[in-house]
């Protein structure tokens, strides 16, 4: 009955895709039916599903989870008070004045805020309401501009300390330590600073070749921006949110501040900049609180669903048939690591980002470290991957999210033609760090002043116990 377990999974994918109901909702019903399916055919008793309410406790024990409600807030309050449009003004003004410089513009304030914003969509609607009308005054065609903010959505999934990054190293973390367990090996388990420190490097190659992508396509832009004027207020915000967003950014991808942290203190100082300034008064604020607990439930709502699907898929074994399907690929590290890639590339087809982390990652990742020992590699791997999958034509996250949030859209040919030399500069760098393993280790915690606490043995056996164990089966009257 191993099988039945990707069944379902396949199930859930196309419930995703197909029926338009919450992610959540199907992954209720899809649990809900694979545990109807197991007890019917004797593949485990009624009883095992007792462990559910404690793993569900377990889960929401985690401090990290904290930092979820907080980037969501950050998300918000960037969307509704003028630091985008302020940034982007300072910036125009400080730029040479070139054709391309708006570009340079919208790119630059999607890599400084979307680690801010807490999701890909959030970055995507919050770029599309600031940046999508200045590029079009300044004459930018509607598939470069498209191109513009789908790329610069995706920035945050590399650059510390973005909600999927969190999230992201939370799930690594899990199966890291599944995988030092299974295999024995004498490895410090992974931490959030881990992933960090292994991803910072790389965000920065890619920004740098996005950054000269966009000046390069920027060059052929009929006229030169305009230059608008800098107020006072305008230039002092700027300064002010700049120095704050690369505080907060810079501390905690070199450890000095935990990402839980940095997500507090970004709340309150945008919170408190709302207040005083009178921008988040009356229905303003009863709208941001509404959104806040809306989208935050929803991601719990999803973390919830998620495991206890997962939950159901080990009952069934598949989590076993996965780990025998890795160790029988052959070869050396690079062709396992990049068959999982492959299929966690053709999840986010169906799945988005937060889905992909709390179901595939779970049953994918642990098989996957216990055959490759370099967990700091497969992190960001597994990160470029899913940026990728976001900017793929033609059902890639970040593309439909923009060409929703941009009416009219752009022909989809010129759109894909705008948008190649960003995605094959990704694929570039992917292929760059599969062959290379030593580009994440530049930021290895020995370099630095301070870093996360590692697992004692302990918390690697708690951990261990949370995800996997399940209670006894009942025992039977002789």
């Known amino acids: 009955m191993e099988r039945s377990g990707l069944a379902l999974l396949i199930l859930v994918g196309c419930g995703i895709l197909f029926t338009g109901l919450p992610a959540f909702v199907v992954l209720i019903i899809g649990a809900t039916l694979g545990a109807c399916l197991g007890v019917a055919t004797d593949t485990f008793p009624l009883a095992l599903l007792g462990a559910l309410p404690g793993r569900l406790i377990n889960l929401f024990e985690s401090d990290l989870l904290q930092a979820l409600p907080l980037y969501v807030t950050m998300g918000l309050l960037l969307d509704r008070l003028p630091v985008a449009d302020a940034l982007y003004r300072a910036s125009i003004a400080v730029l040479p004045r070139k054709p391309a410089a708006p570009m340079l513009s919208g790119m630059m304030l999607g890599a400084l805020l979307g680690p801010m914003n807490g999701s890909v969509g959030a970055s995507v609607l919050g770029?599309?309401?600031?940046?999508?009308?200045?590029?079009?005054?300044?004459?930018?065609?509607?598939?470069?501009?498209?191109?513009?903010?789908?790329?610069?959505?995706?920035?945050?999934?590399?650059?510390?300390?973005?909600?999927?990054?969190?999230?992201?190293?939370?799930?690594?973390?899990?199966?890291?330590?599944?995988?030092?367990?299974?295999?024995?090996?004498?490895?410090?388990?992974?931490?959030?600073?881990?992933?960090?420190?292994?991803?910072?490097?790389?965000?920065?190659?890619?920004?740098?070749?996005?950054?000269?992508?966009?000046?390069?396509?920027?060059?052929?832009?009929?006229?030169?921006?305009?230059?608008e004027k800098l107020t006072f207020v305008q230039g002092l915000l700027a300064g002010f949110s700049l120095g704050a967003l690369l505080l907060l950014l810079g501390g905690v991808a070199t450890g000095y501040f935990y990402a839980v942290e940095a997500a507090a203190m970004g709340a309150f100082a945008l919170l408190t900049a709302g207040i005083v300034t009178g921008r988040l008064r009356g229905e303003v604020m009863r709208g941001l609180l509404r959104d806040a607990m809306a989208i935050s439930g929803a991601l719990f709502s999803l973390l919830l669903a998620a495991t206890t699907f997962t939950l159901v898929l080990r009952l069934f074994g598949t989590d076993q048939l996965v780990n025998n399907l890795v160790a029988k690929i052959p070869g050396g590290d690079i062709p396992a690591t990049a068959a999982v890639l492959a299929v966690i590339g053709l999840c986010a087809f169906v799945l988005d980002a937060f889905e992909i982390i709390f179901v595939v990652l779970p049953i994918v990742l642990p098989p996957l470290l216990v055959r490759v020992a370099d967990a700091r590699w497969v992190s960001v791997l597994v990160l470029l991957t899913?940026?990728?999958?976001?900017?793929?034509?033609?059902?890639?996250?970040?593309?439909?999210?923009?060409?929703?949030?941009?009416?009219?859209?752009?022909?989809?040919?010129?759109?894909?033609?705008?948008?190649?030399?960003?995605?094959?500069?990704?694929?570039?760098?992917?292929?760059?760090?599969?062959?290379?393993?030593?580009?994440v280790h530049v930021m290895d915690k020995d370099n630095l002043r301070m870093s996360a606490k590692p697992l004692s043995k302990e918390e690697i056996d708690k951990r261990f116990n949370d995800m996997f164990a399940l209670p006894p089966p009942p025992e039977t009257s002789q």
């Open 127 to 227: 770029l599309s309401r600031v940046v999508a009308p200045k590029l079009a005054a300044e004459g930018v065609p509607p598939a470069k501009r498209e191109a513009i903010i789908a790329v610069a959505s995706t920035l945050g999934v590399l650059v510390p300390p973005s909600l999927v990054l969190i999230l992201f190293s939370d799930a690594m973390l899990n199966a890291h330590t599944f995988a030092v367990t299974q295999s024995g090996r004498d490895d410090r388990v992974i931490n959030t600073q881990d992933v960090f420190h292994a991803a910072l490097p790389i965000a920065g190659i890619f920004l740098v070749m996005c950054l000269a992508l966009a000046w390069f396509s920027g060059r052929n832009v009929a006229g030169l921006p305009r230059r």
């Open 386 to 439: 899913l940026q990728s999958s976001f900017l793929l034509p033609p059902f890639g996250y970040a593309l439909m999210m923009v060409r929703g949030a941009l009416k009219p859209a752009a022909p989809f040919k010129p759109f894909v033609k705008a948008l190649a030399p960003f995605l094959l500069a990704q694929w570039l760098l992917l292929i760059v760090v599969l062959l290379t393993p030593r580009l």
